[in-house]
């Protein structure tokens, strides 16, 4: 990549996560382009889609939710390791208000450029709780889609104003269902 196009780039997605933090997941690309002083052109050569705009912000978010679910495995007690990853997770998902949508999205779509990214980090969930449910401290009648599917939920409470200030207090009631006392 040239110097420029390179600039370019790295200038649209510091904007691009600025503006996606105030705006959520349906942020303006127009004002994305606006702000980082491009061309909407620009912005498409990068990003061709909102899908690809929203990987390349999540990526490294999603490397570094990898990461964590992999260091927690290897220090933590499996149904410590699992919540607690758990609950970065959601946070995550709740740093760009309306995400989830994408993300679930994404998980069913191959083609989208969310897809493997999203796999991934769904992936690193499921490895935590089958662990748990290894070590027999988690309930065996769910899988990593369906722990997905509850921090999708978790993450759409917290993006509903009327409901977010519930959000944790549900995180721990739905945790604790899927934990073994």
């Known amino acids: 990549m040239r110097a420029d196009a390179k600039r370019n780039y790295d200038n649209l997605l510091a904007v691009a996560r600025d503006v996606a933090l105030e705006q959520g997941a349906d942020a303006s690309l127009r004002d994305i382009a606006r702000r980082a002083d491009v061309g909407l052109g620009t912005l498409y050569r990068h990003f061709p889609t909102r899908e690809a705009l929203f990987d390349a912000l999540l990526r490294e978010s999603f490397d570094t939710l990898k990461a964590q679910a992999e260091a927690l495995a290897s220090v933590e007690a499996p149904d410590k390791a699992l919540v607690s990853w758990l609950r970065v997770l ?3 998902a709740n740093d760009y208000r309306g995400i989830i949508t994408l993300m679930v999205a994404a998980i069913e779509d191959p083609s989208s450029a969310l897809h493997a990214s999203c796999g991934t980090m769904k992936a690193s969930g499921a490895r935590l709780l089958a662990r748990a449910q290894a070590e027999g401290v988690a309930r065996t009648d769910i899988d990593g889609a369906d722990l997905f599917a509850l ?17 944790d207090h549900l995180f721990d009631v739905i945790f604790s269902s899927i934990l073994k006392s």
């Open 90 to 92: 959601v946070a995550c």
């Open 151 to 167: 921090v999708g939920a978790l993450a759409w409470l917290g993006d509903q104003p009327a409901l977010a200030k519930r959000a």
